[in-house]
């Protein structure tokens, strides 16, 4: 049974405060904090924070996997079609061989703590904490204290837009700076040494963050001291309205031509299954679930391809550092449901089959 002790407004109290009371009065339960739709729930046990959670799909497990390269967006959506009560999805992804069970409590790890740091930017809404008398079931070490979390907190909310300023996205490519420009006094610790080494002029942001052992926010958090100190460069991203844009639609129609090599896989694969007017259904009905404003107007050719034209205009009044990132999770959206509608129709083998295809098609893509 919990009882509700605590609650209000998020205008009214600020995240670190709020975090540091109930550090400070030793209490057990969930802290719950809603934004229209959106919740997160951190959880406590005698004043220390053991777990967090959030009903956006973006801080998932899966998706946090996606985002840091450990899985595909395809294994993401396998293998989440197969949760279950009781049965969750980082279970599942062990089971299937894609995750170890270190990389598993890796990314558990690290994905509460996106979490715990992504609540230190809400600031509307309203919140309430309900005690508890035992903790919540899941747990797991941190390995660190509260009070260091709401310093680390703290901290980010005041780097994070000094770092998109320097890093407007993790597309871009980094790349050593010429020696001459290079103070060779300088003597970097282990970790900074590792960074820099990934830096070799092919390797995106994301790449980077991938290979890196740190956790996201330091290794962009040293790129940035690298680009400030001169010792890398980043490409040029504003170079007045016209040159930004040319770079922005090639990298939008870029990322649109490697999804349609995707749906069109699946539209072949299908066509020896199913009649082409079935599968002509299955594609419109993908549009239809998928409901994303980022679709509106588009549909699939005889080919089953979308016109990049359409989708860039889709996205043209995000900021331009939003436009990728929104075209992306609108294609995957729509991938997810036609995966979905295309695996009715088909057996166990031949869904094996479609994934791995799609998988090697996607990955080809991201390349």
Avoid: C
Avoid at 186 to 203: C, M
Avoid at 270 to 276: N, R
Avoid at 293 to 305: A, M, N
Avoid at 309 to 337: D, I, M, P, Q
């Amino acid at each position: 049974m919990s009882d509700r002790i605590l609650e209000g407004s998020l205008r009214a109290i600020s995240m670190p405060d709020l975090l540091t009371f109930i550090n400070l009065i030793k209490k057990t339960g969930v802290l719950t904090l809603h934004q229209g739709e959106r919740s997160q729930k951190v959880f406590w046990e005698h004043g220390d924070i053991i777990f967090a959670s959030s009903s956006d799909p973006e801080e998932s497990l899966g998706a946090f996997l996606v985002r840091h390269g450990r899985i595909t967006p395809e294994q993401n959506m396998k293998s989440g079609l197969m949760v279950e009560p009781g049965k969750r999805q980082g279970r599942i992804l062990v089971q299937m061989g894609i995750l170890t069970p270190k990389a598993l409590w890796w990314a558990v790890k690290n994905q509460v703590l996106e979490i715990i740091y992504s609540v230190f930017s809400v600031h509307e809404g309203r919140f309430f904490f309900e005690e508890t008398p035992e903790p919540y079931e899941e747990k797991i070490k941190l390995s660190t204290s509260t009070t260091n979390i709401v310093m680390e907190g703290i901290r980010r909310l005041d780097e994070w837009p000094r770092i998109k300023e320097i890093i407007p996205n993790d597309r871009l490519v980094p790349a050593l700076s010429p020696p001459e420009r290079r103070d060779k006094t300088v003597k970097f610790l282990g970790a900074e040494e590792d960074i820099l080494a990934l830096v070799d002029g092919e390797r995106t942001v994301r790449d980077i963050i991938y290979l890196s052992n740190l956790e996201e926010f330091e290794t962009l958090r040293l790129l940035m001291a690298f680009v400030l100190a001169r010792y890398i460069r980043m490409p040029e991203t504003q170079s007045g309205a016209g040159g930004e844009e040319v770079e922005d639609s090639l990298a939008l129609e870029t990322l649109v031509d490697a999804y349609n090599r995707v749906f069109t896989q699946i539209g072949a694969y299908l066509a020896v299954h199913i009649s082409p007017m079935a599968v002509a259904d299955l594609l419109e009905s993908a549009f239809t679930s998928a409901e994303s404003p980022i679709l509106e107007g588009v549909h699939f050719d005889g080919e089953g391809r979308l016109d990049a034209h359409v989708l860039t205009a889709n996205v043209a009044e995000f900021h331009v550092e939003e436009r990728l990132k929104a075209l992306g999770e609108g294609l995957n959206h729509l991938l997810s449901f036609l995966l979905f509608e295309a695996s009715k129709h088909l057996g166990p083998e031949e869904k094996s089959a479609l994934y791995k295809r799609v998988s090697e098609l996607s990955n080809a893509g991201a390349g």
